[in-house]
């Protein structure tokens, strides 16, 4: 092979070179820290503010609601603790296949006493059950509903509307992750019944350890990261300007192309479905992979095979870069817990593929291939 294939997309992104030429001026010249009155603070400052003014107009909602974070389990967990200690929250309701950062995040604050957890039961098509969301809501006040907007692992997505209409119909705050889709869906915030929202760049070809947490008007929440007023009070600490440069230019430059874009990834994931259907007996997806999934994941799994322990080794010999399930659980011997909440006692092998927007259809054709040849 004669180049690595990228199929990763949704641990993380590479950097748009759009994004690089918008981020090397600042980076060279605008060095001014953005909390100092004299001339060069008074240009970053300028800067900063211009580029959350981009994100606002880009999502719906004004630029008092957005606060820059460091990525999305920032964003996440000022959403979780601030809610639980702020505004009165004493039942926080999600699922069991919600990212870490908020799964762990609402353990430890029910471990703590702080909060009632209820993880909602997941269908057998790995969607969460809005019918139990409900009847939770009917019988408890004071509640936090923290769903995902897609799963990172196996790409389901959410009904927004209903979530967000249930919540409102029984007075209970809505935090939504959207760490997957951000960039990859539009977004009106000022029409939507979310509370708190969470982003972070590098998921949309923006740079790594900068994200964002949208909080809604009139949420009257306190930092979790003290030491400084930046971000109007609630996120201590010099603010990343680089990074919020590069990821506004990254959600300016998703949207601008977001028709093509999506049209493209969503043609690369058919023609994987496709291909393998085709070339490897037995194969199946995980979730629902040909319904209401994000277009840019597409979870695999594979028949029981003497290759499957070594699968994502294999691949990554051969030049192709995958992932088991979230990058954010690499290194853990304990597997993913969406899979073993979808199959605990599959002896399959999972593997997810994540499309991005400089894939080709070649990437996806030589990656078929190399699979039938251990499989077919």
Same mark, same amino acid.
């Given at each position: ?38 001339? !060069?603070?008074? *240009?970053? +400052? ?13 999502? $719906?909602? =004004?630029?008092?609601?957005?606060? #820059? ?5 920032? %964003? ?13 929250? +004493? ?10 950062? @908020?799964?762990?995040? %609402? ?10 957890? !209820?993880?909602?039961?997941?269908? &057998? ?15 408890? =006040? ?44 539009? #977004?009106?915030?000022?029409?939507? $019944? ?6 972070? %760049?590098?998921?949309?070809?923006? &740079? *790594? $350890?900068?994200?964002?947490?949208? @909080? ?52 690369? *994931? ?52 995958? =992932? ?13 817990? @969406?899979?073993?909440?979808?199959? &605990? ?8 593929? =994540? ?14 291939? *190399? ?6």
């Amino acid at each position: 092979m004669d180049k690595r294939i990228y199929l990763d997309n949704a641990a993380t992104s590479p950097l748009d070179p759009e994004v690089i030429e918008a981020m090397i001026p600042v980076m060279r010249e605008h060095y001014g820290n953005p909390s100092s009155t004299h001339a !060069h603070g008074r *240009k970053a +400052k300028g800067m900063l503010e211009e580029a959350r003014g981009t994100v606002a107009k880009l999502i $719906g909602c =004004s630029p008092a609601e957005i606060f #820059f974070t460091s990525g999305g389990t920032e %964003a996440d967990n000022l959403a979780l603790r601030s809610a639980v200690k702020d505004l009165g929250v +004493k039942h926080i309701i999600s699922s069991p296949i919600e990212h870490h950062a @908020v799964l762990h995040t %609402a353990e430890e604050l029910a471990h703590a006493g702080l909060a009632e957890l !209820h993880l909602l039961p997941i269908l &057998p098509n790995g969607h969460v059950d809005l019918a139990a969301l409900e009847s939770i809501l009917q019988n408890h =006040s004071n509640c936090l509903v923290s769903l995902m907007h897609a799963n990172n692992e196996i790409g389901n997505l959410l009904d927004l509307s209903r979530v967000s209409s249930l919540c409102q119909q029984y007075g209970a705050l809505f935090h939504c992750d959207t760490v997957q889709t951000m960039g990859h869906y539009p #977004f009106n915030l000022a029409e939507m $019944g979310i509370d708190f929202l969470a982003g972070a %760049a590098h998921k949309f070809n923006g &740079p *790594k $350890g900068v994200g964002f947490a949208y @909080v809604r008007k009139g949420r009257k929440i306190s930092p979790q990261i003290t030491g400084g007023a930046q971000e109007r009070e609630l996120r201590g600490g010099t603010e990343n300007i680089y990074g919020a440069i590069g990821l506004a230019k990254a959600l300016e430059i998703s949207y601008r192309d977001l028709d093509h874009k999506s049209q493209h990834i969503e043609g690369l *994931k058919s023609r994987m479905i496709q291909k393998l259907k085709s070339e490897i007996p037995g194969i199946a997806f995980n979730g629902d992979a040909e319904g209401n999934s994000l277009y840019t994941v597409l979870s695999v799994s594979f028949p029981a095979h003497e290759v499957g322990p070594m699968l994502l080794f294999n691949l990554d010999l051969a030049g192709i870069s995958a =992932s088991g399930g979230s990058a954010c659980s690499a290194g853990s011997n304990a597997g993913s817990h @969406v899979i073993r909440c979808l199959n &605990p006692q599959t002896d399959r092998t999972t593997v997810r593929f =994540s499309f991005g927007k400089f894939n080709t259809e070649n990437d996806i054709d030589a990656t078929v291939a *190399k699979l039938k040849e251990w499989y077919a």
